[in-house]
């Protein structure tokens, strides 16, 4: 009896094993969203392409945002693994942003950047202060409906 039961497990636990590891789903679209200061500045919707890739820019009040990278859903993974790079050019100057993240639920920090900005402009006697860029990115249930081209606002 007892060789019964220890092979019906034994048989159990190869069958678990042998089983293949799921895949985490992908959402149709990521929404970037960036903080200066602490303070909402701008969104970018990132709609996915069937590979997972993604691309977006936008120029907005004398800044440029440029975004691209990919999703992808690696088998025994919980969440699917982003990698997203990503350029901001201003009149402070340009910067980059590489980041690698597990995406799960909610909205998740990438990273930010530094910068001296000028409040008044670079007029004489006018001293430069420390800025931070900060970068979010979150899951989004669908991609926006096509619209008048972002790009150039």
Excluded at 67 to 77: D, E, I, K, W, Y
Excluded at 118 to 141: H, M
């Amino acid at each position: 009896m007892m060789r019964i039961v220890f092979a019906g497990l034994l048989l159990a636990a190869s069958q678990v094993q042998a089983a293949p590891a799921s895949q985490p789903s992908l959402p149709p679209a990521l929404l970037l969203s960036v903080e200066r200061d602490g303070e909402p500045l701008r969104q970018l919707p990132l709609c996915l392409a069937a590979d997972g890739s993604f691309h977006a820019a936008r120029r907005q009040d004398g800044a440029e945002l440029d975004a691209q990278g990919r999703l992808q859903a690696p088998r025994g993974h919980a969440y699917p693994l982003v990698n997203l790079q990503l350029s901001w050019r201003d009149d402070a100057g340009a910067q980059r942003l590489d980041s690698q993240l597990a995406l799960e639920d909610g909205r998740q920090l990438l990273g930010g950047l530094q910068q001296l900005v000028y409040p008044y402009g670079k007029a004489p006697g006018v001293e430069p202060q420390r800025s931070s860029l900060t970068f979010y990115l979150e899951r989004q249930a669908a991609c926006p409906p096509p619209g008048p081209d972002k790009a150039k606002e």
